[in-house]
Nanobody, 114 residues
Framework: QVQLVESGGGLVQPGGSLRLSCAVSENILSIYAMGWYRQVPGKQREWVATLTNTGRTSYLDSVKGRFTISRDNAKNTLYLQMSGLKPEDTAVYYC????????WGQGTQVTVSS
């Protein structure tokens, strides 16, 4: 089955930047839309961004203009470039397919704090 491995998280000061990566074990990025999600302990997982197989993007209102979703089909990798980070962006970030989700990866922790 397809495996998702997220990486790139860390501790960053408010206003800082991070680039998250999601390595996908099969060549599906050119076929399916993929998305980023985040979850804070005690809360439901929240959708953050989607990139369709045709290249259309959509974003959660609170991250528009600050986050950019992209992919490298040759590397089977999905990215989330995050800038202007705020404390409220602190969460564990996951990638998955919006339609017919695959087994979730372990996620990558993003902590925004001074």
């Amino acid at each position: 089955q397809v495996q998702l491995v997220e990486s790139g998280g860390g501790l960053v000061q408010p206003g800082g930047s991070l680039r998250l990566s999601c390595a996908v074990s099969e060549n599906i990025l050119s076929i399916y839309a993929m998305g980023w999600y985040r979850q804070v302990p005690g809360k439901q997982r929240e959708w953050v961004a989607t990139l369709t197989n045709t290249g259309r993007t959509s974003y959660l209102d609170s991250v528009k203009g600050r986050f950019t979703i992209s992919r490298d089909n040759a590397k089977n990798t999905l990215y989330l470039q995050m800038s202007g980070l705020k404390p409220e962006d602190t969460a564990v970030y996951y990638c998955n397919r919006p339609v017919l989700p695959m087994p979730w990866g372990q996620g990558t922790q993003v902590t925004v704090s001074s």
